[in-house]
């Protein structure tokens, strides 16, 4: 009878913790929704719609030089581990 006893309080347990695991995802869920929520209502607010890139040709007040825009990219956007990289070169 001991070893049923135990097998019940391990499962009991067991069903506890997924109960509360269920509750707690489904909180940071809620929480993640009302934060969305409020952001979208800031950017909404200030005026962000979504669609800086569709209207810049007409903001510069001249077309977009495909070319001239890549190398802007490669310029100025570094790889997201370029600074790891040169961080490990240094210590050798």
Known sequence: MNMLATKLSALSTGLMGCSLLTLSLQTAADNGAVLDQRLAAVLAQQGFTGRI???????LGRPLIPKLANLGRLLWFDVAGGLHDFRRSRRK
């Open 53 to 59: 890139e569709s209207t810049l040709a007409h903001r």
